[in-house]
């Protein structure tokens, strides 16, 4: 017996169930391995150890040659351990005997050595807290992505249903705008041998108006989206936001980038010929994707890599692969 076939909300309800689950257990597996000391944290304790060392040695200073009968004059050293040392070599210095002679012996042999000992030990646990905090950067930042990566083809397949719409929207916005061309070309109508009409759909093709009104809206909207998705796991991992300008900058080369994924949509839909299908609808997503929003988006970005890599590829057939699959063409919520 057949199974009955999946509706796309069913669809795209179980596609989002199972990328929540998949974030989900990677929240449990970055709960264990992922260390959850801050990184502040460690990084005000690396500073206080090398401020203890500094404290104690203020530099590195050594034993000097023989002084004045027999003792050893010492180089000065900075901080606590250069402080004790002048102390220490007073003593020999201006006194004498067998007690001073054990003393010179005790501080030279036992006790000079251990201040800057202690000093290295604080720079090396110093060195340690330092890489243990990039440690948990990179964990973080690497687990951060994989997110991103979930949450933006969940983003991605579940915008499709909202193309549509927005598209009627843009093409309502789009006729308001040609009547009201046409109501101003009226005053002219007597200059021209054509109607206003006829003017006016020659000098602004509705077509125009719709993919300038659709490529605003619906790259405002997928980047709304995108852009405080990725904000919004950074946030989750302690990472940096960025700047308010730096965002109004992301945000901007997304919609850049969808409106040149609009325009090679409709330039590879002008070579598909016949009624649309899943196969034609992919194809133009990805060419769309592939060869408009990728370039223009690389282009913005100047990484310096224009076209599309092979595993841009991969996850763009993924993504568009996905939508296709559960929407058929033209699909829409309600009907």
């Known amino acids: 017996m057949a199974l009955p076939a999946l509706s796309p909300p069913a669809l795209l309800m179980t596609l989002m169930a199972a990328g929540g689950g998949t974030l989900v257990c990677l929240r449990v597996y970055a709960g264990v391995t992922a260390p959850e000391i801050p990184v502040d944290e460690l990084r005000k304790a690396a500073d206080a150890f090398r401020r203890l060392a500094d404290d104690l040695d203020g530099g590195e200073g050594q034993a000097g040659e023989a002084g004045p009968g027999g003792h050893p004059s010492l180089r000065t050293r900075g901080g606590i351990a250069g402080r004790a040392d002048e102390a220490a070599s007073s003593v020999w210095r201006n006194n004498g005997g067998e007690a001073v002679d054990a003393f010179a012996k005790l501080y030279i042999m036992r006790i000079m050595a251990v201040p800057g000992a202690l000093a290295r030990d604080c720079r090396v646990i110093a060195a340690g807290c330092d890489a243990y905090a990039r440690l948990v950067e990179d ?197």
């Open 139 to 335: 964990v973080n930042r690497r687990f951060a992505e994989l997110d991103k990566a979930i949450l933006q083809l969940l983003w991605l397949v579940a915008f499709q249903p909202l193309t549509s719409a927005l598209y009627g929207v843009a093409q309502a916005m789009a006729a308001v705008q040609l009547a009201r061309l046409v109501r101003t070309a009226q005053a002219l109508k007597s200059a021209f041998a054509m109607s206003a009409a006829r003017i006016m759909q020659m000098a602004f093709p509705k077509y125009l108006l719709t993919t300038l009104n659709y490529a605003v809206i619906d790259g405002a909207a997928y980047a709304g989206g995108a852009l405080a998705i990725d904000r919004s796991v950074d946030a989750a991992y302690g990472l940096p936001l960025g700047s308010p300008r730096d965002n109004a900058e992301e945000f901007g080369k997304i919609v850049a980038g969808n409106t040149g994924y609009i325009l090679g949509y409709d330039l590879a839909k002008l070579g598909l010929r016949g009624p649309a299908t899943r196969g034609s609808e992919l194809t133009a997503r990805l060419f769309g994707s592939g060869f408009g929003y990728t370039p223009v988006k690389s282009a913005l970005d100047g990484d310096g890599e224009i076209m599309t890599t092979p595993e841009e590829w991969a996850s763009k057939l993924e993504g568009h692969g996905l939508r296709a699959l559960i929407f058929p063409p033209g699909w829409r919520f309600g009907r």
